[in-house]
């Protein structure tokens, strides 16, 4: 495997390794105690303040559950992970967010109504232009798209501030990406709770997005959805993609009569919330020099946690 080491880190050039081994900090349990105490013992050069931090933000599991408690009893053999370098709300940037930024990449929680990056006719300040504008004139440097949200859909979404940062991220998109969630609010009460939704998408002459039996005309799409609450003729979904096709979450979920409230491109004819009902949730990550594993959540909009109170 082509390393990233640190003089190639510091010289800016960037190799692009073929396999991905994540790098975090992960620690197993050899006696019981509290959650805080045992990370008090594995970080004493943290404050209890910096390590309740930690837990706030949940940067902290346990047996690959997040945990936010500092009295959590720990048993013998429990597997603790830190997920290290997230930073929350650092900045505000006509309403965009930074959740992280370092040399190589920045993550940001994107309002609803920014377009992602600039389309073709359209003359709304994307968060390509906003974000830009923030680098250039913190440092001169450009960034570089490496995924997207449709404008109407908020959350969390990533840019590199390297070409070859972009390469490493695009090319090896399913082996960095461990977590990639959404919170979405459908019509109707779904029969199955929870499924998983498996078609190849195809686009037409009017960039309508569809799915189709025909593997050579579409690209394949998976779809994992979860119920959560189902209330009032609606139903709020946990859905997790394996495949991060153009518009797949709001096409699967309409093949199955379940379309998301406010997308009337794809068949909803209701909009209880005032805008679409899709929000990127979490994103979980490898990053592409350090390695290690970084996760992200945004908080889910205010206004999809109303209607099903």
């Known amino acids: 495997m082509d390393s990233l080491n640190s003089d190639s880190t510091r010289s800016g050039k960037v190799n692009t390794p073929k396999a991905f081994h994540p790098v975090n900090k992960h620690f197993f349990v050899d006696q019981e105690c509290g959650l805080l105490e045992f990370l008090l013992k594995k970080f004493p050069e943290k404050s209890r303040n910096k390590l309740k931090s930690w837990l706030k933000n949940k940067n902290v599991e346990i047996n690959q559950t997040i945990e936010t408690s ?15 370098g997230i930073i929350y709300e650092r900045k505000d940037l006509s ?75 695009k090319d090896n998109w399913k082996e960095m990406v461990f977590e990639r969630k959404y ?54 979904l946990e859905v997790q993609l394996d495949t991060g096709r153009k518009n797949q979450i709001r096409v699967q979920l309409s093949d199955i009569g379940a379309p998301i409230v406010g997308d009337e491109k794809y068949g909803s004819h209701e909009n209880p919330i005032g805008r679409i009902g899709l929000h990127a949730w979490i994103l979980g990550i490898v990053h592409p020099v350090s390695k290690e594993k970084m996760r992200f959540e945004s908080k889910i909009p205010d206004e999809f946690q109303k209607l099903f109170k």
């Open 183 to 236: 919170i979405a609010i459908v019509s109707g009460v779904i029969k199955k709770k929870d499924g998983t939704i498996s078609s190849y998408l195809a686009e037409n002459k009017v960039y309508k997005v569809y799915s189709t039996n025909d593997h050579e005309k579409g690209k394949l799409a998976i779809t994992h959805y979860k119920t959560v609450k189902a209330i009032n003729n609606y139903s709020l």
């Open 70 to 84: 500092a009295t959590k009893k720990l048993k013998p053999g429990d597997k603790i992970e830190i997920f290290p």
């Open 95 to 169: 309403g965009i967010k930074i959740f992280y930024e370092d040399d190589f990449i920045i993550v940001i929680d994107k309002p609803c109504g920014v377009l992602s990056v600039p389309a073709y006719k359209e003359e709304h300040t994307s968060a390509y232009d906003i974000m830009s504008d923030y680098i250039k004139k913190k440092n001169g440097r450009k960034i570089y798209p490496v995924h997207r949200l449709d404008g109407r859909v908020s959350g969390v979404m990533m840019f590199a501030l390297k070409p070859e940062i972009q390469a490493i991220l």
